[in-house]
């Protein structure tokens, strides 16, 4: 029997605390609760975890330097939870190195969807990267740089090809707006919101997803963009 | 050349002022004046003739008076030229039909034809000349076309009458004149005229003395009119042409740097002084001042010539003067400093006519000027019948009996008794000589202690006693030594000296103790207003300070919330609407109206307004306790004064209770923002722990109904408490938008995932139009706005009720529309239900919050669109969000 995924939860309200640890262990984790950041630091960096689920709402630090402070030494898988109200922390502490995000209050099948993702990439770091992407009829080879519809291959502009690569790599997880812009376009894009919407929707038009009912790209408002999970 | 560049170049305070008044002419109407030189030129014919080609380009032209006189050709030219009616006017049982201002103000008409600018209204007009209507027709942006005869003019007016010798009484400012955007001069020359008054073609009014027309049209004084007529338009020009000189940097008026000043007393001379003081400035180009000497007795004047003193500051004012009230007991001394202070070069003054005594004790003012003016030029007027004015200016003050004060009196005979008691008891020891010096001493204590007529009684008693007691023969009246003659006549004369002197010395007391009795009262008012907790004794303490000081009673206006004007204090009087409409006139126009005004002088208050930092906050009036009189120039000044302090204190006032009301509003903001972001906080997260417990649960046992609603109702008491922080948020400003562009499709593509579970038994029926441009928006919050809708549709409308999305462009602008095929909203209710806590029952659903709504509303509201609701003509109920144009992002090619 494999080992139990062994995850830290740093949330300061003990009903989410609570609750997360009777789901969690009750789907085969290992769960460490902590109430604040400081706890959670110093049991992570004592025991390196497999996952940490952070609170962005802490009492004694705010998520943005706990995410700093561990992704200082460590690249475990960060899941943050945030507060309707809290937007803008939330987008920081993605751009500060967290993996994905989940708005309380949220349902167990997203927060296992999330998980199991995180965790995915978490143990990716000691095998090759995956060569390709497959969900449904969509299949991206990303040696190949080829990319297939129910087994037909589309042609792609490079940056049509490279913004589907850096969504399938990490497909599952939100990528926010800059990130996207920063990979695609380069360094000095960020600002220019309009060409990520004008080539997702090109995209999404040669991969035949309809914005109103996406099947494969998945609009995060204020966020990013996420392509679903690959089977 | 320095030199000469610094000339052309305009100063900037003058091309400022300017640009000021240019602006200021942009908004008012044009005045075109036809200007002739006497009655029966074709004035009227001349203005109806251009009315009628103005009316033909198509030109809302409205006649609002016009006086044919009966003549068939000025009726010709008038036909189809719509008339206003006439203002039918009852005084004294007598029909006066008037010229209406308020009906051509209603119904303001491009261009406005007024016959006769220089006409006199009846009483019971807004204003007493009908100029001065025409200036009110201009505020109001209305073209004026008027006549104007040049006998009008009023800086004209004494050289027309030295001209005609006819007194001309109605005169037109000068001021409006030269304002005049137009003038145009119809000449007629005299022969003609001549012809034309043969054939009866001029109009004379009826009971007009023959003898008086016969002189007025002689052909000389035509010619002379008519040079003046020609004279004062070539002015016109040249004053226009300054103008535009001006503007363009060519020239700076008034080179020789005069200035000119006017010294105006309380007598008949002062509209004389002004008209001659604002021919000479004109003349010269120089800026001019107005001084009003104040004299002591100035209270005693009466009011008439206080009226007089009045109305010719007013026109000097009208006529660009600066005006400034001196007083003091050295006047001449005064009067020349302030003149070398403002670097006066001309002094105009009246010839000063004194009564005979103190002509021969000091010198005149006019004298003291010219003597000690240095290198100012003076100029000295006298008017023609200086005799009569000299009458006149003696019987300035009313005829009062004066006061005798009996006490002075039996004391002034008591002294005498002593004087002479005294003389007779040491009469073997002095000589006559010496009980003379006795009486002296009785002369000088009386004299100086008791004034003039008590001191004359003594002397008469002193002289009389001396006579007979005294003088041989002893006991009786006769004089044998003539030298007693001189011993009386030095008497008199002491006494009459001493008590001069001494009643000169108390009058310069009294003057300036009630100058310092009016700087006690300013500080104890200012004193008082700035403890003052609240208007109403503000107002109180201002009333007492009036009673005293003005001795009138106070009339204060203030405008309530919707801008009506009411009477905060003072006593209704009997024609109670005239004092509204004058203390209306006055806080609208913000200038005094009212009595011994020329706005609705017949008022029984002085209005003044009350003038803030920012506007006008209300209108002061005073009535004086003793009847009908008008106000002099100092005691406006004080109301003014007075005025000013009400308003800065009233201003404070207000601004520390709108402090204290925005403090108050602030911190209960506070307080329920703290405590609704707590509580919802502290609700949050159990919940939270309810709604993932309850979805762990509903994993393992999917089909367990009771799990079901828990995890239902769970997420139902969620969105609530949502709504409420976001109200709460919204409210506290701490909204912000995240502006990105999307496009609609995804959007409406998360919201539609969003709602998927609320949705489950309602179709939906998706229509986005194609190839929607880029959209600026925050995204999360308009995406929030379709899932409100979406919730509510499918909360107010039973299951199995289709909802549609469409969006697409309207008029540039995004629609987005959530319909559905339910009952729709209660008639009437459409507006309504985007308030807060607004709910209403749509079949048997429970309401909702009532705040889904109005958050979709501030949120929009937030992005400049707009949100309504809307029944459709086929049932059901419509919200649309229209985001406007402007948010539409072109997109690079």
């Not at chain 1, 994905?100 to 997203?110: R, V």
């Not at chain 2, 009246?477 to 000169?504: C, G, H, R």
């Not at chain 2, 208007?535 to 009036?546: G, T, V, Y």
């Not at chain 2, 520390?656 to 707590?678: F, G, Y």
Request: charged share 25%; with cysteine; net charge neutral.
């Amino acid at each position: 029997m494999a080992i139990k995924p062994r995850i830290v939860v740093i949330e300061d309200e003990p009903e989410i605390s609570r609750f997360l640890k009777t789901a969690l262990e009750a789907q085969g984790y290992s769960i460490n609760a902590v109430p604040d950041a400081k706890t959670g630091i110093k049991i992570s960096s004592a025991h390196p975890p497999d996952l940490i689920i952070l609170d962005l709402g802490l009492p004694d630090m705010d998520g943005k330097s706990v995410i700093k402070s561990i992704r200082e030494w460590s690249q475990v898988p960060i899941i943050v939870l945030s507060a309707r109200d809290q937007e803008t922390e939330k987008v920081a502490a993605l751009e500060m190195g967290a993996d994905d995000y989940l708005t309380k209050p949220f349902g167990t099948s997203e927060l296992q969807a999330r998980i199991r993702v995180a965790l995915r990439r978490g143990s990716r770091k000691e095998q090759p990267e995956e060569q390709k992407y497959m969900f449904e009829s969509l299949t991206v080879d990303l040696l190949k740089r080829e990319v297939f519809l129910k087994g037909k291959a589309i042609s792609m502009t490079p940056t049509e090809y490279d913004l589907l690569a850096v969504l399938a790599r990490k497909a599952g997880r939100v990528v926010t707006q800059s990130e996207l812009l920063r990979t695609v376009w380069g360094k000095n894009a960020e600002e220019n919101d309009h060409y990520l919407r004008i080539y997702v929707q090109r995209l999404r038009q040669k991969i035949g997803d309809d914005p109103l009912n996406p099947q494969y790209v998945f609009t995060e408002p204020g966020v990013g963009y996420r392509l679903r999970e690959a089977e | 050349m320095r030199t000469k560049e610094s000339h052309k170049r305009p100063d900037p305070a003058q091309l400022l002022s300017q640009i000021e008044a240019d602006e200021q002419k942009k908004n008012r109407g044009k005045l075109k004046i036809f200007f002739g030189s006497s009655a029966g030129v074709g004035k009227t014919y001349a203005m109806l003739l251009e009315a009628r080609r103005r009316k033909a380009e198509g030109i809302d032209v409205l006649a609002g008076i016009i006086e044919t006189h009966q003549r068939p050709e000025t009726k010709q030219v008038l036909k189809g030229i719509p008339e206003l009616p006439r203002l039918e006017i009852d005084h004294r049982g007598v029909k006066i039909s008037e010229f209406d201002l308020d009906a051509a103000l209603k119904r303001k008409p491009a261009i406005l034809l007024v016959d006769e600018l220089a006409h006199t209204n009846a009483l019971g007009c807004r204003h007493p000349k009908r100029w001065q209507d025409v200036e009110e027709l201009l505020d109001a942006g209305i073209d004026v076309y008027t006549t104007l005869n040049v006998q009008h003019l009023e800086s004209l007016n004494d050289v027309v009458e030295s001209i005609t010798g006819i007194p001309v009484r109605e005169t037109v400012p000068d001021g409006l004149f030269d304002k005049a955007d137009d003038i145009i001069l119809v000449d007629t020359p005299p022969d003609e005229l001549l012809n034309r008054l043969k054939e009866g073609k001029v109009y004379i009014a009826p009971g007009a003395n023959e003898h008086a027309v016969q002189n007025f049209f002689k052909k000389t004084n035509l010619l002379s009119l008519r040079e003046l007529a020609l004279r004062r338009t070539a002015d016109y020009v040249d004053v226009d042409t300054n103008v535009q000189r001006r503007r363009e940097g060519v020239l700076t008026p008034n080179i020789a740097g005069d200035r000119i000043m006017v010294c105006i007393g309380p007598d008949q001379f002062a509209a004389k002084l002004v008209r001659t003081g604002k021919r000479l400035a004109a003349a010269m180009k120089a800026p001019w001042i107005a001084v009003y000497i104040e004299s002591p007795d100035a209270l005693d004047l009466t009011s008439r010539l206080r009226q007089n003193v009045q109305q010719a500051l007013q026109s000097a004012e009208r006529n660009g003067a600066e005006i400034f009230t001196l007083q003091g007991t050295n006047i001449g001394n005064e009067l020349v400093e302030y003149a070398h202070s403002k670097g006066v070069t001309k002094i105009v003054i009246g010839k000063s006519i004194k009564s005979f005594w103190r002509r021969v004790f000091s010198r005149n003012l006019t004298e003291f000027v010219i003597a000690e003016s240095g290198d100012i030029d003076v100029y000295v007027v006298t008017t023609p019948g200086a005799s009569v004015l000299a009458q006149n200016f003696n019987r300035r003050r009313e005829w009062k009996f004066p006061a005798i004060k009996i006490n002075d009196h039996l004391f002034a005979m008591f002294v005498a008794a002593i004087c002479t008691g005294t003389g007779y008891l040491l009469r073997p020891m002095l000589s006559n000589s010496d009980i003379i010096m006795v009486y002296l001493i009785g002369t000088v204590t009386v004299a100086a202690w008791l004034g003039r007529w008590p001191a004359l009684l003594y002397s008469f008693l002193a002289v009389s006693c001396f006579n007979y007691f005294f003088t041989e023969p002893v006991f009786t009246f006769t004089v044998y030594d003539s030298s007693y003659w001189l011993t009386f006549a030095v008497m008199f004369f002491t006494s009459f000296v001493i008590s001069s002197q001494a009643a000169k010395l108390r009058e310069q007391m009294l003057f300036s103790r009630r100058r310092e009795h009016e700087t006690q009262l300013f500080y104890n008012l200012t004193k008082q207003l700035s403890v003052a907790q609240d208007e109403k004794s503000m107002m109180k303490d201002l009333e007492n300070c009036i009673a005293e000081a003005l001795h009138s009673e106070t009339n204060i206006w203030l405008p309530d919330e919707n801008g009506v004007l009411t009477m905060h204090k003072g006593s209704i009087v009997e024609d109670q609407l005239k004092e509204a409409t004058a203390a209306r006139w006055c806080f609208d126009h913000q200038e005094s109206a009212g009595m011994g005004t020329n706005t609705m002088p017949s008022a029984m208050h002085f209005y003044t307004p009350i003038i803030g930092i920012k506007s006008v906050l209300g209108v002061l009036g005073i009535m004086p306790r003793s009847g009908h009189d008008a106000y002099l120039p100092d005691q406006v000044v004080m109301l003014k004064t007075f005025a000013g302090l009400l308003a800065s204190a009233l201003e404070r006032l207000r601004a520390a209770e709108a402090a204290e009301k925005t403090n108050l509003l602030v911190e209960k903001e506070k307080l329920r923002n703290i405590l609704l972001s707590s509580v919802s906080h502290d609700l949050r997260s159990p919940l939270s722990a309810i709604i993932g417990a309850t979805d762990t649960l509903l994993q393992e046992e999917t089909g367990n109904k009771m799990l079901g609603s828990i995890r239902q109702e769970a997420a139902r008491l969620n969105k609530i408490i949502n709504n409420l922080l976001d109200i709460t948020r919204i409210e506290g400003g701490q909204l912000q938008l995240n502006m990105r562009p999307y496009y609609p499709a995804e959007i409406i593509g998360t919201a539609v995932d969003a709602c998927r579970a609320v949705m489950k038994d309602h179709p939906l029926s998706l229509h986005v139009d194609e190839n929607l441009p880029l959209v600026r928006m925050d995204g999360t919050l308009i995406s929030q706005v379709i899932q409100n809708l979406l919730e509510n549709a499918a909360h107010h409308t039973p299951a199995g009720t289709k909802v549609g999305i469409q969006v697409g462009l309207a008029h540039k602008a995004l629609r987005m529309a959530v319909s559905d095929d339910g009952p729709g909203i209660p008639a009437g209710q459409e507006k309504e239900i985007f308030n807060k806590f607004a709910t209403f029952t749509r079949g048997d659903k429970p309401k909702g919050t009532g705040l889904g709504l109005a958050i979709c509303q501030a949120i929009v509201t937030a992005h400049q669109g707009r949100i309504w609701a809307e029944n459709q003509p086929q049932g059901g109920a419509r919200f649309v969000i229209e985001l406007p144009d402007t948010l539409i992002v072109e997109e690079p090619i």
